[in-house]
């Protein structure tokens, strides 16, 4: 199975090394160029370049967009591309990503100048999205190839391509076809043109032939290196997730600031509780504020100790681990009302180690404001002077404290900095209550919490609450109120049908924000046939996407008919059959995941104020920072520090965290291996390489059209 040891953040030893040049003999020291670490993405708005530059932003790579369709852009010539520092040649790019294999005009001076550049430096091109041609080694698809539609269709990492910058993908790309009506992949497939050194690295047959056609692969011309990419994308398909890092590995040979992992951990609230079951005929939850006080019977659904089995045999076989958020009070409840007897809870304990374990407060009660539920929807009490009616610090700081106790007792592994308030409560929630309570965060420094949950549908941005960093997570749509399938089909007709279909109109009333379904689904049949996969490709989508937030679901979804393993099985499987063994989904624990978004933004804010700057020369990359930053690369695999191993391997690669401690400067060399490839990586100069004759000063502000990148945290 493809999993990771997930008991803590990537921390690692320290930055970076660079590709040498081809031969060890092929210039003096002195001579090598410095190629800064930054990509040029020359973009005409069109979604495959803003694919690609969302690849880099995501994982912390800085680069530079020239935008074509501003008049006021400046002129992409030699000085716009190197110049000198220090009195050596400068590369002012490490890559170049531009729409198509020519985006410009005939006999174009700047694509001349980039042709230069790229001969010069050694440096790649990405053609992101172009027609299959001669001038990009590929023969018109008129001539026995293909141009149309490739939804469906299961495309092939060739050998060459698992050798090189896809080699961490097991050999299938499937393309999308969510729906019968709409052309999602468009595509030209073609062959290489006859002595054309072309080498494919993804294919698919070609319709209504016996060849295959390329999808993506790199053409070698004229001293010049491009990867020619022929079909269009956006950054959501699930196609260019999957080949993305292998766009990123070979542009930059491996060597680049940022890194990029495939996370997945899944959250369970309300363990040792039980949740309220969504009634049928009234389309509410008695016993919960979506139903009128004193309607409906409550019939509450609680998991059992072959749940509790199920769980962690499911858990060894996915090589997986869980996370139990947990509320005491119901245990002690139950073993009031039953003589004393928890089967569940005794299982669980008998069983803790087997779970990650959150606190999840003691009775799951609300710490927002205190809710008037006399009318539905609810609304926050209010004082006699009109104003809100908090629920109280010692009340906020019980819940925690008390479950906290419970759970030491019991022996759960717990990490007591981490909190996950019952429905995130405490934290606004609109359009009830728009702020915070403010007696959360003085409870939070009253039990030293540090990571608090929240939910990314509403509060996807990290953010401070007092002493504590949010987490957010996001929610499956595998209801909390549901403990079989039916259930669940007959309140997802109920959120998203029209009222003229007998639905609640919810869909009707936000368009902007959900889709009505054309027609109720059957109630045995929709949980399997719609519901799981659409929830697994919306979290699959996550896994691919570099994004630690976790997932959460009910202990609801564990008992019964166990409802949340088709989604669960359907993420890891399918994970599974699409990558290879050195990279398995990343599994961390919710502070390890707030470490690694707080850190993300960190290091956005160092690359945005300039603080950081990094360029390889020769054999070596020098990183530098002020003292004391968190920074990320990706390097090749035996990259050394002052002779120690720098990263953690992942997806063919070594990358992690490292701090500055007591200097500015950072320097990294490459296994010779490595550099003794760079012709292959491209990475280096070639032999014969000459300095641009202009040596202008550095450019330090940014002309009109166009925008310096770095990373952002991802949000949903």
Same mark, same amino acid.
């Given at each position: 199975m493809k999993r990771i040891t997930r008991t803590a953040v990537l921390t690692v030893g320290a930055l970076i090394a660079a590709l040498g040049v081809p031969s060890a003999t092929a210039h003096a020291a002195d001579d090598l160029p410095r190629v800064d670490l930054r990509v040029l993405v020359?973009?005409?708005?069109?979604?495959?370049?803003d694919a690609i530059a969302a690849e880099l932003e995501t994982a912390g790579t800085p680069y530079t967009e020239v935008d074509l369709t501003r008049s006021d852009r400046p002129a992409i010539d030699a000085g716009f591309l190197a110049d000198t520092v220090d009195g050596r040649p400068?590369?002012?790019?490490?890559?170049?990503?531009?729409?198509?294999?020519?985006?410009?005009?005939?006999?174009?001076?700047?694509?001349?100048?980039?042709?230069?550049?790229?001969?010069?430096?050694?440096?790649?091109?990405?053609?992101?999205?172009?027609?299959?041609?001669?001038?990009?080694?590929?023969?018109?698809?008129?001539?026995?190839?293909?141009?149309?539609?490739?939804?469906?269709?299961?495309?092939?990492?060739?050998?060459?391509?698992?050798?090189?910058?896809?080699?961490?993908?097991?050999?299938?790309?499937?393309?999308?076809?969510?729906?019968?009506?709409?052309?999602?992949?468009?595509?030209?497939?073609?062959?290489?043109?006859?002595?054309?050194?072309?080498?494919?690295?993804?294919?698919?047959? $070609?319709?209504?032939?016996?060849?295959?056609?390329?999808?993506?692969?790199?053409?070698?011309h004229d001293?010049?290196?491009?990867?020619?990419?022929?079909?269009v994308y956006n950054q959501y398909q699930q196609q260019?997730?999957?080949?993305?890092?292998?766009?990123?590995?070979?542009?930059?040979?491996?060597?680049?600031?940022?890194?990029?992992?495939?996370?997945?951990?899944?959250?369970?609230?309300?363990?040792?509780a039980a949740d309220d079951r969504w009634d049928t005929e009234l389309n509410c939850t008695p016993g919960d504020v979506d139903c009128p006080e004193g309607e409906g019977t409550p019939d509450p659904i609680r998991m059992l100790p072959a749940d509790v089995d199920h769980a962690t045999s499911w858990q060894s076989g996915q090589d997986f681990t869980l996370d139990f958020a947990y509320n005491a009070a119901g245990s002690v409840d139950h073993r009031?009302?039953?003589?004393?007897?928890?089967?569940?809870?005794?299982?669980?304990?008998?069983?803790?180690?087997?779970?990650?374990?959150?606190?999840?407060?003691?009775?799951?009660?609300?710490?927002?404001?205190?809710?008037?539920?006399?009318?539905?929807?609810?609304?926050?009490?209010?004082?006699?002077?009109?104003?809100?009616?908090?629920?109280?610090?010692?009340?906020?700081?019980?819940?925690?404290?008390?479950?906290?106790?419970?759970?030491?007792?019991?022996?759960?592994?717990?990490?007591?900095?981490?909190?996950?308030?019952?429905?995130?409560?405490?934290?606004?929630?609109?359009?009830?209550?728009?702020?915070?309570?403010?007696?959360?965060?003085?409870?939070?420094?009253?039990?030293?919490?540090?990571?608090?949950a929240s939910d990314n549908s509403r509060d996807?941005?990290?953010?401070?609450?007092?002493?504590?960093?949010?987490?957010?997570?996001?929610?499956?749509?595998?209801?909390?109120n549901a403990g079989r399938a039916a259930e669940q089909v007959d309140e997802y007709n109920w959120i998203y049908t029209s009222r003229a279909q007998g639905g609640s109109g919810i869909c009707e009333d936000n368009p902007a924000t959900?889709?009505?379904?054309?027609?109720?689904l059957d109630t045995a049949t929709g949980y399997t046939d719609h519901i799981v996969p659409l929830e697994t490709r919306i979290a699959l989508g996550h896994v691919l996407a570099n994004d630690p937030k976790p997932h959460f679901i009910h202990q609801s979804n564990l008992a019964e008919d166990r409802i949340a393993y088709p989604?669960?099985?359907?993420?890891?499987?399918?994970?599974?059959?699409?990558?290879?063994?050195?990279?398995?989904?990343?599994?961390?624990?919710?502070?390890? $995941?707030?470490?690694?978004?707080?850190?993300?933004?960190?290091?956005?804010?160092?690359?945005?104020d300039g603080q950081v700057t990094a360029h390889r020369t020769g054999g070596t990359v020098t990183v530098e920072a002020p003292d004391g930053t968190a920074a990320t690369v990706t390097l090749p695999t035996g990259t050394t520090l002052a002779g120690d191993t720098f990263g953690e391997g992942y997806a063919g690669r070594v990358s992690g965290w490292t701090q500055t401690a007591g200097q500015s400067a950072l320097s990294f060399t490459l296994p010779a291996s490595a550099t003794d490839g760079a012709a292959t990586d491209g990475n280096g100069p070639a032999p014969d390489a000459k300095a641009p004759a202009a040596e202008p000063a550095p450019e330090t502000r940014i002309p009109a059209g166009v925008r310096d990148h770095v990373p952002y945290t991802p949000r949903s």
């Open positions: 020359v973009s005409d708005g069109g979604p495959a370049v400068r590369a002012k790019y490490q890559a170049v990503v531009l729409p198509d294999d020519n985006p410009f005009p005939a006999n174009s001076p700047e694509m001349a100048a980039l042709a230069d550049y790229e001969r010069t430096y050694d440096i790649p091109q990405v053609d992101a999205y172009t027609y299959a041609r001669p001038e990009a080694g590929l023969e018109y698809p008129l001539d026995g190839g293909y141009a149309g539609s490739i939804d469906g269709v299961r495309a092939e990492v060739t050998a060459a391509g698992r050798a090189g910058p896809f080699g961490y993908l097991d050999g299938q790309v499937p393309f999308e076809d969510n729906s019968p009506t709409v052309g999602e992949s468009y595509a030209y497939l073609s062959t290489p043109v006859a002595g054309a050194d072309f080498t494919p690295y993804v294919e698919a047959a $070609i319709p209504g032939r016996a060849g295959r056609g390329s999808l993506v692969g790199e053409y070698r001293g010049r290196r491009q990867l020619v990419v022929t079909f260019f997730r999957l080949l993305a890092r292998g766009i990123v590995d070979w542009m930059t040979g491996g060597v680049h600031l940022g890194a990029s992992r495939n996370y997945f951990a899944v959250h369970v609230d309300d363990v040792l009031e009302d039953n003589g004393g007897a928890d089967a569940l809870a005794d299982r669980l304990i008998t069983e803790r180690d087997r779970f990650r374990w959150i606190n999840h407060t003691y009775t799951h009660a609300f710490l927002g404001c205190e809710q008037d539920t006399t009318v539905v929807p609810w609304r926050c009490a209010t004082n006699a002077d009109g104003s809100t009616r908090w629920v109280e610090r010692d009340t906020i700081s019980d819940e925690i404290a008390t479950n906290r106790v419970w759970g030491q007792t019991a022996g759960l592994p717990l990490h007591d900095d981490e909190l996950v308030t019952g429905e995130h409560s405490g934290l606004k929630v609109l359009p009830q209550q728009p702020d915070d309570n403010p007696n959360l965060a003085p409870a939070l420094a009253d039990n030293d919490i540090a990571w608090l996807p941005a990290q953010r401070r609450v007092g002493p504590a960093t949010t987490v957010s997570r996001y929610p499956m749509n595998v209801f909390y959900t889709t009505c379904l054309p027609a109720p989604v669960l099985d359907g993420v890891l499987d399918g994970y599974d059959a699409l990558f290879a063994d050195n990279t398995p989904v990343v599994n961390l624990r919710m502070k390890d $995941i707030g470490v690694e978004l707080q850190r993300r933004a960190a290091w956005a804010d160092a690359l945005r």
